[in-house]
Structure formats: structure tokens, C-alpha cells
């Protein structure tokens, strides 16, 4: 049975989607069979792998019980990378799951049949910590937390890290911290070494060796429908991301 890893971080813009899309990527063209699922309303992880935003079945079919996660799982255009879509529809979720009795659990059940054909699972969360990314916290086993190198970096950090301690004792006693990535990081500026420096004094143990920078090339990727490391895979930021499956791999 493959390991499900929830790429979370309430704080928008810290390089989550990025993450997700570039690893799973990564750990593809490693050979292992990787499911991609983006639980974000905005898509941008579907789009990102050059799928379409109105794919049907997708993710919020998938999670109203509409259609299994067998049927909405669709190919890439890389070899052994999977994606299941989300769409626009999906923000109606964060209004009806709370409605229903248990639907913290809907995603991790809809997710039991098709988990051991896949070596890893990513999941891409929203930018919040409401319903969707509480199924995909109950849905993990693991968590990778990006954190950009700015002044807010550790604003909300507190806050992540209480809802993960609710959610091991209260809904998925099995879910750990894979770790933390230190994203958009511009080793020029001190403010980014005074971060860097700040988050690894804090979180020793967690936080990856591997430090994702700011490059023009990851930025463009997405426009294109396809990873970095697709895109241009000799740039730093193509190094990068493959250093980081590497060291997610090792992690377990």
C-alpha cells in the first residue's frame, strides 16, 4: 500500500501547488507509480499537468459520492504520474461536507480501493484549513508543510501545527510530519537567510535539507501544463525539486 502525503499550509502563495506538482513529478520519472490529487478548488494542480479544469468525474464528484476515484483518475502526460482532476465545483464542498455525518473521512474511504496500485499519493490542499484540507489530513499519512522564506513565515505556522495534533488524536492517529520546505528562497536578501535560520532553529528535527529558490523557470512551468523539471530540467529549480523527492523518499 503506497504512503499518502498532504502537501498543507494554511497560508496562500507559499509554493503548495508548486510542491506538489514537481515531486510527484519527480518521483514518476524515479520509476514509482505516483497518484497526484488536487483538492483546491482553483485546479491549478490540474492545470499545471496540462489537464483540463472541466474534466468529468473529478475530485468533487468523487467526494459527493457521485462516482468513484477509480473512474475520475486520469492519466498524464508523464509516464507513471496519475492525476484525479478537482474543478471549480469543488468549493461547494467546504459548504455540504460539514453537513454530513463523518465526511472527514469521505476522502481516505473513496481513496481504499485504488491505494495499493500506487507507490505514493500527493495530495494538494487548499490554502485553508476547512473541510477539504481536513479530509486530506485524515486522509494521509504523512504532511510536507512549504514555508516561504518571508517575514510571515512563522505567522500561522502555530496554528497548522495545533489542527495536525487535533487531527492525530482525534481522526487519524497514524499522521506525521514529513517535514518542512523552505520555498521562494532568495539567498541574496538577509531577510531569507534571517528566516532560514530562524525556522530551522525552531523546528531542527523537521525542516528539509534541500531549499526550493526562487527561479524564473518554476514560475513559468505552469504555463506550459507541465512540471519544471519538464520545462527546463537542467535549471536550479529542476535540481531542487529532484533533491527534495529524494529526500522525501528517504524520510518515508
Known amino acids: 500500500m503506497g504512503t ?21 513529478a519527480c518521483i514518476a520519472e524515479a520509476g514509482y507509480e505516483t ?35 477509480d473512474a475520475a483518475i ?13 474543478s471549480a465545483d469543488l468549493a461547494g464542498a467546504n459548504v455540504e461536507l460539514p453537513r454530513q455525518a463523518g465526511s472527514e473521512q469521505r476522502l481516505r474511504e473513496a481513496l481504499a480501493p485504488v491505494r495499493d496500485r500506487y507507490a505514493f499519493i500527493i ?5 485553508s484549513l476547512g473541510p477539504l484540507t481536513v479530509n486530506a489530513l ?13 517575514y510571515f513565515a512563522l505567522e500561522g505556522l502555530a496554528g497548522l501545527l495545533d489542527t495536525l495534533a487535533l487531527i492525530q488524536r482525534e481522526l487519524n492517529p497514524r499522521l506525521t510530519i514529513a517535514g518542512m520546505i523552505l520555498t521562494m528562497h532568495d ?28 527561479n524564473v523557470r518554476i514560475g513559468e512551468a505552469p504555463s506550459y501544463g507541465r512540471p519544471v523539471i519538464h520545462h527546463d530540467p ?7 525539486y529532484f533533491e527534495l523527492a529524494k529526500e522525501v523518499a528517504a524520510r518515508g
Do not use: M, W
Open 4 to 24: 499518502v502525503y498532504a502537501i498543507a499550509n494554511q497560508k496562500g502563495g507559499v509554493g503548495k501547488t508548486t510542491t506538489a506538482v514537481n515531486v510527484a
Open 35 to 69: 497518484l497526484l490529487i488536487d483538492i483546491d478548488p482553483q485546479a491549478n494542480a490540474t492545470v499545471g499537468l496540462g489537464l483540463p479544469k472541466d474534466a468529468v468525474p473529478n475530485i468533487y464528484d468523487v467526494l459527493a459520492g457521485d462516482a468513484t476515484a
Open 74 to 86: 486520469k492519466p498524464s502526460s508523464i509516464e507513471r504520474l496519475h492525476v484525479l482532476p478537482s
Open 123 to 127: 495530495l494538494d490542499c487548499p490554502p
Open 138 to 150: 485524515v486522509a494521509a499519512d504523512r504532511v510536507i508543510v512549504p514555508v516561504q522564506t518571508e
Open 187 to 214: 539567498g541574496r536578501t538577509r531577510l531569507a537567510r534571517d528566516v532560514e535560520r530562524e525556522v530551522r532553529e525552531h523546528f531542527p528535527e523537521l525542516v528539509f535539507d534541500t531549499v526550493i529558490p526562487r
Open 234 to 240: 537542467h535549471c536550479v529549480g529542476a535540481d531542487a
